[in-house]
């Protein structure tokens, strides 16, 4: 794959220097059909690029400081993980323009090893999804999503950023489309030293330098009326270095490599629609646990993927969907115990929807996994919503969920446990949406209860190993509340959310590890013709590091925000200017692992 980015940089300066002509926008191409479904049912937000635009830095600062999901990290860039509800990492699926890409070894996506910038727009679902998306759906999805337009001419942006600790961070994306053919090229490149200093813990983040790097693909061609195929293909690589608490400790590094292709032929007619969609995904990673050497452990996975989504509608009242997905994962492990796996996996889902009223809305899904030398279970959703009155909305999900163990579960030597068993769900959650004027409020109260929940712990020989928790339960509250509006040349937006996670163990009856009980989060917007300030701020409660509560290890809780202006010179040109931790709060997601004190960033971003 040595040449994959020397073609990708040709692919792009063609499509960029090959069309020029602008029309109005006519329609966009979506390839994850359920998820429009799914926010009539479940609350989903969206962050734009402009949103995506105020937290560069990564994944993880995003989603830390504009969602509801918890993010445990090992210093800034590094090992990243994401959780909801109280659930665990594992718990949570990443969804790549409708295909899980949860890793096969680990059973979940490295936040940071997801580049923030390679994507149009970013989803979070909060709630069960398996039915939709598959095992590992229990806590939540993270829907990464490319789009693509027809009749919209040529188009592009180019952004580049320079920030403290020599940290640089640039995209150039272009598309074009007309009538019947659409095309985006993208690529971004990050890079930093990430050397960043916290005196008052002495902390150092030595060998914490990263780069990476990701290009994407998209083209789509409406053949008639009915049929459109289309495509999507990513590459991926970046270079971890972790940090190391002393200048006399061994220097480790981790190597990531991703490619990802998916076509799709979407039918349309009035009463049917239909996706087929084929994928291939290959993961590779190289660490090493001394940078001198050559490398200590790694893996190759690969996953062929077939899909088809069904959906026929009968009338105005009732619609029938029916899902079907087979996948082949192989794996080829380097010193990790895996020397050469793989496995079937194939499932048959079946949906109802039924729209008795405009105000009154039904759906109701069952799924059945096959998968190789796993028993699986029968799932569930079931959804209803009803607008009681102009003001308000109550939406009731109720679903069963599941995970099976990854390839790491099982066969990673020393520790994998070939006895474990599938972690199952039950949940339910009650949405309340209220609307006054301007003003938008959701609440949703919701409750989990996890059987079998597979955990890493020591086991009685010191090695970590996974075994089966038999019960966790888990309940609580999210709530947001957004308002936006214009007074004349004036622009406001504001959003802030409270979360509170009660998540235990119901054998000890003690909380999990890495799941605070309260979270805060808001980000405020103000624009006056030319110019844009943001304010961004972050709450995190008091969160336990380990499974007996012990205060001493825990993680006390800290506020942290963020700010910057942003101002347009010229139709096309915009320049930026942030501070992060204005108040130079000292403060960690993972123990052991300061984050940045005060730093600084500037940008500019042309679109054209």
Same mark, same amino acid.
């Given at each position: 794959?040595?040449?994959?980015?020397?073609i990708s940089s040709v692919?792009?300066?063609?499509?960029?220097?090959?069309?020029?002509?602008?029309?109005?926008?006519?329609?966009?191409?979506?390839?994850?059909?359920?998820?429009?479904?799914?926010?009539?049912?479940?609350?989903?937000?969206?962050?734009?690029?402009?949103?995506? !635009?105020? *937290?560069?830095?990564?994944?993880?600062?995003?989603?830390?400081?504009?969602?509801?999901?918890?993010?445990?990290?090992?210093?800034?860039?590094?090992?990243?993980?994401?959780?909801?509800?109280?659930?665990?990492?594992?718990?949570?699926?990443?969804?790549?323009?409708?295909? =899980?890409?949860?890793?096969?070894?680990?059973?979940?996506?490295?936040?940071?090893?997801?580049?923030?910038?390679?994507?149009?727009?970013?989803?979070?679902?909060?709630?069960?999804?398996?039915?939709?998306?598959?095992?590992?759906?229990?806590?939540?999805?993270?829907? !990464?999503?490319?789009?693509?337009?027809?009749?919209?001419?040529?188009?592009?942006?180019?952004?580049?950023?320079?920030?403290?600790?020599?940290?640089?961070?640039?995209?150039?994306?272009?598309?074009?489309?007309?009538?019947?053919?659409?095309?985006?090229?993208?690529?971004?490149?990050?890079?930093?030293?990430?050397?960043?200093?916290?005196?008052?813990?002495?902390?150092?983040?030595?060998?914490?330098?990263?780069?990476?790097?990701?290009?994407?693909?998209?083209?789509?061609?409406?053949?008639?009326?009915? =049929?459109?195929?289309?495509?999507?293909?990513?590459?991926?690589?970046?270079?971890?270095?972790?940090?190391?608490?002393?200048?006399?400790?061994?220097?480790?590094?981790?190597?990531?490599?991703?490619?990802?292709?998916?076509?799709d032929w979407n039918f349309?007619?009035?009463?049917?629609?239909?996706?087929?969609?084929?994928?291939?995904?290959?993961?590779?990673?190289?660490?090493?646990?001394?940078?001198?050497?050559?490398?200590?452990?790694?893996?190759?996975?690969?996953?062929?993927?077939?899909?088809?989504?069904?959906?026929?509608?009968?009338?105005?009242?009732?619609?029938?969907?029916?899902?079907?997905?087979?996948?082949? *994962?192989?794996?080829?492990?380097?010193?990790?115990?895996?020397?050469?796996?793989?496995?079937?996996?194939?499932?048959?889902?079946?949906?109802?929807?039924?729209?008795?009223?405009?105000?009154?809305?039904?759906?109701?899904?069952?799924?059945?996994?096959?998968?190789?030398?796993?028993?699986?279970?029968?799932?569930?959703?079931?959804?209803?919503?009803?607008?009681?009155?102009?003001?308000?909305?109550?939406?009731?999900?109720?679903?069963?969920?599941?995970?099976?163990?990854?390839?790491?579960?099982?066969?990673?030597?020393?520790?994998?446990?070939?006895?474990?068993?599938?972690?199952?769900?039950?949940?339910?959650?009650?949405?309340?949406?209220?609307?006054?004027?301007?003003?938008?409020?959701?609440?949703?109260?919701?409750?989990?209860?996890?059987?079998?929940?597979?955990?890493?712990?020591?086991?009685?020989?010191?090695?970590?190993?996974?075994?089966?928790?038999?019960?966790?339960?888990?309940?609580?509250?999210?709530?947001?509340?957004?308002?936006?509006?214009?007074?004349?040349?004036?622009?406001?937006?504001?959003?802030?959310?409270?979360?509170?996670?009660?998540?235990?163990?119901?054998?000890?009856?003690?909380?999990?590890?890495?799941?605070?009980?309260?979270?805060?989060?808001?980000?405020?917007?103000?624009?006056?013709?030319?110019?844009?300030?943001?304010?961004?701020g972050m709450f995190n409660?008091?969160?336990?590091?380990?499974?007996?509560?012990?205060?001493?290890?825990?993680?006390?809780?800290?506020?942290?925000?963020?700010?910057?202006?942003?101002?347009?010179?010229?139709?096309?040109?915009?320049?930026?200017?942030?501070?992060?931790?204005?108040?130079?709060?000292?403060?960690?997601?993972?123990?052991?692992?300061?984050?940045?004190?005060?730093?600084?960033?500037?940008?500019?971003?042309?679109?054209?």
């Amino acid at each position: 794959m040595n040449l994959k980015y020397p073609i990708s940089s040709v692919l792009l300066l063609c499509v960029f220097w090959s069309f020029s002509q602008e029309k109005a926008i006519d329609t966009v191409y979506i390839f994850d059909n359920q998820l429009k479904n799914s926010t009539k049912f479940q609350k989903v937000s969206t962050l734009k690029e402009d949103d995506l !635009l105020k *937290n560069t830095t990564n994944l993880s600062e995003v989603l830390r400081f504009q969602s509801s999901v918890y993010i445990k990290e090992n210093g800034r860039g590094m090992v990243s993980s994401p959780s909801f509800r109280g659930t665990t990492a594992q718990q949570t699926a990443f969804v790549w323009n409708g295909i =899980n890409i949860n890793s096969v070894f680990l059973g979940q996506g490295d936040v940071n090893n997801l580049n923030l910038l390679g994507y149009d727009n970013l989803q979070i679902k909060s709630g069960g999804g398996s039915v939709l998306y598959g095992s590992g759906a229990i806590g939540g999805t993270i829907h !990464l999503n490319n789009e693509l337009s027809f009749d919209q001419g040529l188009q592009g942006s180019l952004f580049g950023e320079y920030g403290s600790y020599n940290t640089i961070n640039t995209f150039l994306k272009t598309s074009y489309s007309n009538e019947k053919l659409s095309v985006k090229v993208s690529g971004n490149f990050v890079k930093s030293d990430n050397d960043y200093e916290v005196p008052e813990k002495k902390y150092l983040n030595l060998n914490g330098e990263y780069d990476n790097r990701t290009f994407n693909l998209g083209a789509a061609y409406k053949i008639d009326a009915k =049929n459109t195929v289309s495509w999507q293909t990513q590459l991926y690589d970046g270079i971890q270095h972790y940090p190391i608490f002393s200048e006399y400790a061994t220097k480790t590094k981790y190597f990531s490599d991703t490619f990802r292709s998916l076509a799709d032929w979407n039918f349309k007619t009035a009463k049917i629609q239909n996706s087929f969609k084929l994928a291939y995904l290959e993961d590779e990673f190289q660490y090493f646990d001394n940078t001198d050497k050559p490398k200590s452990s790694g893996g190759t996975a690969k996953t062929y993927l077939a899909k088809n989504d069904f959906n026929y509608i009968f009338n105005n009242e009732f619609a029938f969907n029916i899902i079907g997905e087979y996948q082949l *994962n192989k794996a080829k492990g380097y010193r990790s115990g895996i020397s050469s796996v793989q496995r079937s996996a194939g499932s048959l889902a079946g949906l109802v929807r039924w729209n008795p009223a405009q105000k009154l809305n039904f759906e109701a899904g069952l799924k059945k996994d096959f998968v190789e030398n796993i028993d699986t279970p029968l799932l569930f959703s079931f959804s209803a919503r009803a607008t009681v009155n102009s003001w308000y909305e109550v939406i009731l999900n109720a679903s069963k969920n599941f995970r099976y163990p990854s390839f790491n579960d099982l066969y990673w030597q020393p520790g994998g446990n070939l006895c474990l068993k599938p972690e199952t769900s039950h949940q339910a959650e009650i949405g309340n949406n209220f609307k006054y004027g301007s003003f938008k409020l959701n609440v949703t109260p919701y409750y989990i209860n996890i059987k079998n929940m597979i955990r890493w712990l020591p086991n009685a020989n010191g090695i970590w190993s996974p075994s089966n928790t038999n019960e966790v339960e888990s309940y609580g509250v999210e709530s947001q509340v957004n308002f936006a509006k214009d007074f004349g040349k004036s622009k406001t937006k504001f959003s802030a959310g409270y979360i509170f996670t009660h998540s235990k163990n119901k054998e000890t009856n003690r909380f999990l590890a890495y799941v605070p009980q309260h979270k805060i989060f808001g980000n405020a917007v103000y624009g006056y013709q030319f110019m844009e300030i943001f304010v961004q701020g972050m709450f995190n409660g008091l969160t336990y590091t380990t499974d007996d509560e012990n205060l001493k290890d825990s993680i006390k809780s800290y506020f942290v925000a963020n700010s910057g202006i942003n101002l347009t010179l010229a139709k096309h040109y915009k320049i930026g200017f942030k501070v992060n931790n204005i108040f130079d709060e000292i403060y960690e997601t993972s123990v052991y692992y300061p984050l940045p004190k005060r730093n600084y960033s500037a940008n500019l971003l042309i679109n054209f």
